[in-house]
């Protein structure tokens, strides 16, 4: 019987036998393994034998965690990353070739489009940024040379969402692969895997670490096509994630259920109070019963998360002010920490992307994100209510 999405964050695949009985997996701080003769160390290169070579190739504790992530994502294989974008990259140079096309979300992390934008320019590979909010928007931008369908939802800072049973159903007609990035709900609150997506890329530097002490990323698919990553994209590029980062993921994961409901319920009282208040125009929240996708969240999310995005009344000028007049809140890109975080997208997180894409993406000068950390909701509203009365 699987375990339960919870039980399964802190049970893994650990052989405790092997160390010593230590209930929490050692952390394998070598670059190197020994072979016991010549032949097996050769047996192990040919892909005909068990055991490590060399920690680009593969680490016990990086293992453990990638083992974890697939359990959790309800995948065949999960690799371990650098970063998010290590990730992202990965398995995007892997899928596509010069001449492809990829349908994008209408939003997604501003290095996401940055490197499309690279990939572009420097091999060929074009992008088009679409609302997906039925058939009609995919059909009329598929184009001959489409090859994937890459979504953040929700849309990161927007909160967009997309349809899985949309975006899957097309992708098995048309033969793309659909690659969702699952940063922002966790495995916790929505795993797209279970619904047919290909492909789940995180940033684990996030609510997967959870303490805001770690840079990674981690990609999860099938068997076969993970071990294409994994043979050049991983093994030749050589992004791969350290051990020690490893094990403080494998920590931050088994309080990651408990971790999001608080940032859930939080998220759910501030976005309240918020929608609320005078000085906030409109607040972007898939829990809020007026967001346009709230049946869409409930359809495919186990909860709303814990991210709301809000403009203020005002401008540019006014969302700075209730940043600098913050005390408690952090202003710091990132999110899914123990603190809650806020940051401007426009001229941060979203800063590469041109005016002109951002505004069409829904990224205005006056979106304030705010990432709903762990503190008693009422500290957080209290610091963000002084910080609003001074507009
Ligand atoms: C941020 N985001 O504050 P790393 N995918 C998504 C992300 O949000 C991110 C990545 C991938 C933020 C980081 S901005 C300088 C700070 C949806 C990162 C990339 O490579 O681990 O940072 O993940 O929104």
Redesign the pocket.
Same mark, same amino acid.
């Given at each position: 019987m699987p375990l339960n999405k919870e039980t399964g964050y802190i049970h893994g695949h650990e052989d405790k036998e092997r160390h010593y009985g230590s209930l929490v997996p050692p952390i394998y701080q070598s670059s190197t393994f020994t072979f016991p003769d010549a032949e097996s160390g050769a047996a192990r290169f040919s892909g005909n034998g068990n055991g490590y070579m060399y920690s680009r190739l593969g680490n016990p504790t990086v293992r453990e965690f990638e083992e974890r992530m697939a359990a959790a994502e309800r995948g065949e294989k999960a690799l371990a990353f650098a970063?998010?974008?290590a990730a992202?990259s990965a398995v995007l140079t892997s899928l596509l070739r010069s001449g492809d096309h990829v349908l994008v979300s209408k939003g997604v992390?501003g290095? !996401?489009f940055g490197l499309l934008s690279w990939l572009s320019d420097r091999f060929d590979v074009h992008a088009n940024y679409i609302s997906m909010e039925n058939k009609s928007d995919l059909a009329e931008n598929l184009q001959p040379t489409t090859k994937v369908i890459y979504v953040?939802t929700p849309i990161?800072p927007t909160m967009k969402m997309t349809d899985f049973s949309l975006i899957t159903q097309f992708a098995q007609e048309h033969n793309l692969t659909v690659i969702v990035?699952n !940063?922002?709900a966790s495995p916790y609150l929505q795993r797209p895997l279970e619904h047919n997506a290909d492909v789940v890329v995180h940033?684990a530097?996030k609510y997967l670490g959870g303490h805001g002490d770690v840079?990674?990323?981690v990609a999860v698919g099938s068997f076969d096509f993970m071990e294409v990553v994994r043979k050049n994209a991983q093994k030749d590029m050589g992004g791969v994630l350290g051990s020690f980062e490893a094990w403080l993921l494998l920590r931050g994961m088994k309080t990651l259920s408990v971790r999001m409901d608080r940032h859930c319920a939080n998220a759910k009282v501030i976005a309240e109070k918020l929608k609320k208040h005078l000085q906030v125009e409109t607040i972007f929240f898939p829990g809020d019963p007026d967001f346009q996708q709230c049946e869409l969240t409930s359809k495919q999310m186990d909860q709303p998360g814990g991210m709301i995005s809000f403009t203020v009344k005002g401008g540019k000028e006014a969302a700075f002010n209730v940043m600098n007049r913050l005390k408690m809140i952090a202003i710091a890109?990132?999110?899914g920490d123990a603190e809650t975080l806020i940051?401007h997208p426009a001229s941060m !997180?979203h800063a590469v992307i041109p005016e002109a894409e951002r505004e069409f993406m829904g990224i205005s000068d006056n979106m304030l994100r705010l990432s709903v950390g762990l503190e008693h909701y009422e500290d957080i509203w209290n610091d963000l209510e002084q910080a609003l009365a001074g507009n």
């Amino acid at each position: 019987m699987p375990l339960n999405k919870e039980t399964g964050y802190i049970h893994g695949h650990e052989d405790k036998e092997r160390h010593y009985g230590s209930l929490v997996p050692p952390i394998y701080q070598s670059s190197t393994f020994t072979f016991p003769d010549a032949e097996s160390g050769a047996a192990r290169f040919s892909g005909n034998g068990n055991g490590y070579m060399y920690s680009r190739l593969g680490n016990p504790t990086v293992r453990e965690f990638e083992e974890r992530m697939a359990a959790a994502e309800r995948g065949e294989k999960a690799l371990a990353f650098a970063s998010g974008m290590a990730a992202v990259s990965a398995v995007l140079t892997s899928l596509l070739r010069s001449g492809d096309h990829v349908l994008v979300s209408k939003g997604v992390y501003g290095c !996401t489009f940055g490197l499309l934008s690279w990939l572009s320019d420097r091999f060929d590979v074009h992008a088009n940024y679409i609302s997906m909010e039925n058939k009609s928007d995919l059909a009329e931008n598929l184009q001959p040379t489409t090859k994937v369908i890459y979504v953040e939802t929700p849309i990161n800072p927007t909160m967009k969402m997309t349809d899985f049973s949309l975006i899957t159903q097309f992708a098995q007609e048309h033969n793309l692969t659909v690659i969702v990035d699952n !940063t922002f709900a966790s495995p916790y609150l929505q795993r797209p895997l279970e619904h047919n997506a290909d492909v789940v890329v995180h940033s684990a530097t996030k609510y997967l670490g959870g303490h805001g002490d770690v840079i990674a990323g981690v990609a999860v698919g099938s068997f076969d096509f993970m071990e294409v990553v994994r043979k050049n994209a991983q093994k030749d590029m050589g992004g791969v994630l350290g051990s020690f980062e490893a094990w403080l993921l494998l920590r931050g994961m088994k309080t990651l259920s408990v971790r999001m409901d608080r940032h859930c319920a939080n998220a759910k009282v501030i976005a309240e109070k918020l929608k609320k208040h005078l000085q906030v125009e409109t607040i972007f929240f898939p829990g809020d019963p007026d967001f346009q996708q709230c049946e869409l969240t409930s359809k495919q999310m186990d909860q709303p998360g814990g991210m709301i995005s809000f403009t203020v009344k005002g401008g540019k000028e006014a969302a700075f002010n209730v940043m600098n007049r913050l005390k408690m809140i952090a202003i710091a890109v990132s999110l899914g920490d123990a603190e809650t975080l806020i940051q401007h997208p426009a001229s941060m !997180t979203h800063a590469v992307i041109p005016e002109a894409e951002r505004e069409f993406m829904g990224i205005s000068d006056n979106m304030l994100r705010l990432s709903v950390g762990l503190e008693h909701y009422e500290d957080i509203w209290n610091d963000l209510e002084q910080a609003l009365a001074g507009n």
